[in-house]
């Protein structure tokens, strides 16, 4: 049956994930506590991550909901913890990693979170996808793809590429714990799924191996007009009859909805 096998926040944009038993919605069907946080160049005022800073994929963070509270811990082993629950911790927690990027950054908090596309919900995939995609090299595990790939919403129990469907014209919806999803868009990927999630290591010929399989592989029920290229992976959702509030858990079951979204 198919059902929500992981539900996953990042709470500090560009770093690592929370697996959530269960997670509340915002507006279009994004995670409460979903890149609630980001750091921010001081010079330029541009969100700093992983993809144009490849050092931060060595920094580890635990991030406490209910206290406020992050841990993090550098390359080199030190660590320290912060309340982000106001402004004295995010400037504590800013000046920590201004001292040891190389880029002048603060760090900077937002309710309704610091994602790519504001009117666009949760990234959606399935533990089967992630196994194809990891079995097509060498060095890749399923955890490691699932943390390159980054989803907030993981579905067990469907083929691979099954989130493809969602997105084109006629596609349907599908549900979630009561909640009513649209596809939006394929997640056309950057340069970070190419990265270690731990040392940013590039593995080589990624690009080129990912767009071969994915050509390859490409199921007979996705449209192939939703997608510019084969550099994508897991779809953007949104949840357009809700205002915020509802909630997912892990085990929910998932249901595809016959009208077109």
Request: charged share 25%; net charge negative; hydrophobic share 40%.
């Amino acid at each position: 049956m198919a059902a929500i096998a992981g539900l996953y926040v990042y709470p500090i944009k560009g770093l690592d994930s929370e697996h959530r038993s269960t997670a509340t919605l915002r507006t279009h069907g994004q995670l409460h506590h979903d890149r609630t946080f980001t750091l921010v160049d001081s010079d330029t005022g541009s969100i700093v991550t992983a993809k144009r800073r490849p050092a931060l994929h060595a920094f580890r963070t635990d991030y406490e909901p209910e206290t406020g509270t992050l841990t993090v811990t550098d390359p080199d082993g030190q660590r320290a913890s912060f309340s982000l629950g106001d402004d004295e911790g995010l400037s504590a927690a800013g000046d920590w990693f201004d001292s040891r990027l190389a880029v002048s950054v603060s760090m900077r908090s937002d309710p309704t979170g610091f994602v790519d596309r504001s009117d666009m919900g949760p990234a959606v995939v399935s533990t089967a996808t992630l196994e194809a995609i990891a079995d097509w090299f060498d060095s890749m595990t399923v955890a490691g793809a699932r943390r390159r790939l980054r989803a907030n919403i993981e579905i067990e129990g469907v083929p691979a590429f099954w989130e493809d469907r969602f997105v084109g014209d006629g596609a349907p919806a599908f549900e979630v714990g009561g909640v009513r999803f649209e596809g939006v868009t394929p997640c056309n990927r950057c340069v970070v799924p190419s990265r270690d999630p731990d040392t940013g290591e590039q593995l080589p010929e990624f690009r080129k191996t990912f767009c071969a399989n994915r050509e390859r592989t490409f199921p007979e029920w996705a449209d192939g007009d939703a997608f510019d290229h084969e550099y994508a992976a897991m779809i953007l959702a949104r949840a357009p009859d809700i205002s915020g509030g509802e909630t997912l858990a892990v085990g929910d079951g998932v249901a595809v909805l016959d009208e077109a979204a």
